[in-house]
């Protein structure tokens, strides 16, 4: 069971920025990532619809054999984690907007998050947020557009940084020193986030942390692959 794949999947290409960390950090695993691009973004769809698709893929996945699954969107995550794990035995790692580590280490107590609009309206965001962020002033903004046009090929450009330069404006009007990005898509955005943001503003990614977690989970389950897998299949 050890050398079986892990099994990844996102409504796009967002969750590459996820499995990119986790074929880094564990270079022996196999790991299978599917877009699921029909049903994109998920931001869009029912929560029911979100949780079914949920469902399908972890299916799909039983069916190759993985030990794991990494519920690579925020969307996913938030929305249907919690149904996965009661209706499978199988462990699920999930994406969070990472509050945590910015609430930790902001100086200004203001912390700004881009996130889609169903990450943003979700139980699971907000009681994140009263968890590890009690006296933290939280702002939020949807980012509206930005998977379909990351889906696009769409990642920098004048129109790409006059938007995002509309929805950071509130967060640094506040003070804020941290922006979590609370998508897996929007990392592909950091290098255009980086010319308008002031240095000061530290931009926080939980994929590297997400990683970490699935390594975790695989050495407490004794899982880990015993020698070096064919790799990364992409669907």
């Given at each position: 069971m050890d050398n079986a794949p892990i099994g990844i999947f996102d409504s796009g290409i967002g969750g590459l920025s996820v499995l990119n960390e986790i074929a880094s950090l564990l270079p022996?695993?196999?790991l299978i990532?599917?877009?699921?691009?029909?049903?994109?973004?998920?931001?869009?769809?029912?929560?029911k619809e979100i949780q079914e698709r949920s469902r399908?893929?972890?299916?799909?996945?039983?069916?190759?054999?993985?030990?794991?699954?990494?519920?690579?969107?925020?969307t996913a995550t938030t929305n249907a984690?919690?149904?996965?794990?009661?209706?499978?035995?199988i462990p699920f790692v999930g994406i969070e907007p990472a509050i945590k580590p910015a609430a930790i280490h902001t100086k200004t107590g203001v912390v700004g998050v881009l996130a889609t609009k169903g990450t943003l309206a979700s139980d699971l965001f907000h009681q994140t947020v009263?968890?590890?962020a009690?006296?933290?002033?939280?702002?939020?903004?949807?980012?509206?557009?930005?998977?379909?046009?990351?889906?696009?090929?769409?990642?920098?450009?004048e129109t790409m940084e006059y938007l995002l330069h509309e929805y950071v404006k509130p967060m640094l009007d506040a003070k804020a020193d941290h922006l979590v990005l609370g998508c897996t898509h929007y990392p592909f955005l950091i290098p255009c986030l980086q010319k308008?943001?002031?240095?000061?503003?530290?931009?926080?990614d939980c994929s590297p942390a997400v990683a970490k977690q699935v390594g975790r989970i695989l050495e407490k389950n004794q899982l880990e692959a015993s020698k070096a897998q064919k790799g990364i299949t992409l669907f």
């Amino acid at each position: 069971m050890d050398n079986a794949p892990i099994g990844i999947f996102d409504s796009g290409i967002g969750g590459l920025s996820v499995l990119n960390e986790i074929a880094s950090l564990l270079p022996n695993e196999n790991l299978i990532y599917v877009s699921d691009n029909a049903h994109a973004p998920y931001g869009a769809l029912s929560v029911k619809e979100i949780q079914e698709r949920s469902r399908i893929l972890t299916q799909w996945f039983l069916e190759q054999n993985c030990k794991i699954v990494v519920v690579a969107c925020n969307t996913a995550t938030t929305n249907a984690i919690s149904l996965l794990r009661n209706t499978f035995e199988i462990p699920f790692v999930g994406i969070e907007p990472a509050i945590k580590p910015a609430a930790i280490h902001t100086k200004t107590g203001v912390v700004g998050v881009l996130a889609t609009k169903g990450t943003l309206a979700s139980d699971l965001f907000h009681q994140t947020v009263k968890t590890y962020a009690g006296g933290i002033d939280i702002i939020e903004q949807e980012g509206k557009n930005l998977v379909t046009m990351i889906e696009s090929g769409v990642t920098d450009g004048e129109t790409m940084e006059y938007l995002l330069h509309e929805y950071v404006k509130p967060m640094l009007d506040a003070k804020a020193d941290h922006l979590v990005l609370g998508c897996t898509h929007y990392p592909f955005l950091i290098p255009c986030l980086q010319k308008i943001l002031p240095n000061e503003v530290t931009i926080v990614d939980c994929s590297p942390a997400v990683a970490k977690q699935v390594g975790r989970i695989l050495e407490k389950n004794q899982l880990e692959a015993s020698k070096a897998q064919k790799g990364i299949t992409l669907f």
